[in-house]
């Protein structure tokens, strides 16, 4: 319930959460009953999405408290939103959250949890793994959970599936593990034709779920550069898209900032140029980037699916910050 109400609300765009929050708070302030468990799940996640973490944790634990007492069974999007909160408290609570989330690994799966939340909960798994260099552990993840190449196509074919399929790959070449992410790439570039991303050779017709996630029009971006050396055909098409998109969008949504962050990450990671232009167009690409970081909620998702666009301007990140011992911009 409560992921349904962050996704028609807008998650992850500013003026939604703060009207959440909002409501939430004078509801919990006026009613003279306790607040439900479903309230605190959007109740945490709006004060996560304000920096608020500790709130956040301890409305996420409040929520599950009362879950445990009315039906003694978890919830997915308050054990979600209760790791995220350990998460942005700092490296240090990594161990914790990995843990945490391990714990829950017999309740849920496939069968138990919906397309979306399946592809928010074990996306964050790979995510803990990969910001704690567990590379092998990430990995294990993607190819039993994300992307089992024995899963049905429903799977494949849901675009917060593939969100979080080609988010983890973008942070494990950031990581230097690019020699395993290669092949993954075009595995899963391949089921996004026709759903996602128009089919091979019918460029100029949308897809059916094409521009309907911001965050992931911006990752599709980013996959379709790693073959860009060889053919940018389709990265080029799918540019032309965006910014046709951006003649449909709402006025507000941030429509010329999700077009610039689009521009800006092919700028940074495709090869079909000059070599002797890379380093400026990148240097270029990264400045435009840390210029669009107050709209970069405009293309929704969560803090840490957005923490992507920081991944690219600085370099790999660990619980929302650079990496402190990291002393290169790209391994």
């Not at 992921?3 to 509801?27: D, H, M, P």
């Not at 302030?29 to 709130?55: I, N």
């Not at 919830?75 to 995220?84: A, E, G, I």
């Not at 911001?214 to 379709?224: G, T």
Request: aromatic share 8%; glycine share 6%; net charge negative.
């Amino acid at each position: 319930f409560a992921l349904k109400r962050v996704l028609v609300l807008g998650q992850g765009a500013a003026g939604s959460i703060t009207r959440i929050l909002a409501v939430i708070e004078r509801a919990a302030a006026t009613s003279a009953q306790p607040m439900s468990r479903f309230l605190h799940g959007l109740w945490a996640f709006a004060l996560l999405e304000q920096g608020r973490y500790e709130d956040a944790e301890t409305k996420a634990r409040e929520g599950l408290a009362l879950l445990e007492e009315a039906l003694g069974v978890p919830d997915p999007w308050l054990d979600h939103c209760l790791v995220q909160s350990l998460y942005f408290q700092g490296e240090e609570m990594l161990e914790d959250a990995i843990e945490f989330m391990e714990s829950r690994t017999t309740a849920w799966n496939r069968e138990s949890l919906e397309p979306e939340i399946f592809a928010q909960w074990f996306g964050l798994l790979a995510v803990l793994h990969c910001e704690s260099r567990e590379i092998d552990k990430s990995l294990q993840v993607f190819d039993d959970q994300l992307w089992p190449q024995s899963s049905a196509a429903e799977l494949h074919s849901n675009p917060q599936v593939q969100l979080a399929a080609l988010s983890l790959l973008w942070r494990l070449e950031t990581r230097g593990a690019s020699e395993v992410a290669r092949p993954r790439w075009a595995t899963v570039l391949a089921k996004c034709r026709g759903v996602t991303l128009p089919k091979k050779g019918k460029e100029d017709n949308w897809a059916p779920f094409q521009h309907r996630n911001l965050l992931l029009d911006v990752v599709l971006v980013r996959a379709l550069c790693v073959n860009s050396a060889a053919d940018a055909r389709s990265l080029k098409s799918f540019l032309e898209s965006v910014k046709g998109k951006v003649q449909h969008l709402t006025e507000g949504i941030g429509a010329e900032a999700y077009a610039s962050i689009a521009s800006s990450i092919a700028m940074l990671f495709r090869h079909d140029g000059p070599e002797k232009e890379l380093l400026a167009q990148q240097s270029t690409a990264r400045q435009e980037l840390r210029s669009l970081k107050p709209s970069w909620n405009c293309l929704g998702g969560s803090a840490v699916q957005r923490g992507l666009l920081l991944e690219a301007v600085e370099g790999p990140v660990v619980c929302g910050a650079p990496e402190v011992n990291y002393d290169k911009l790209f391994l």
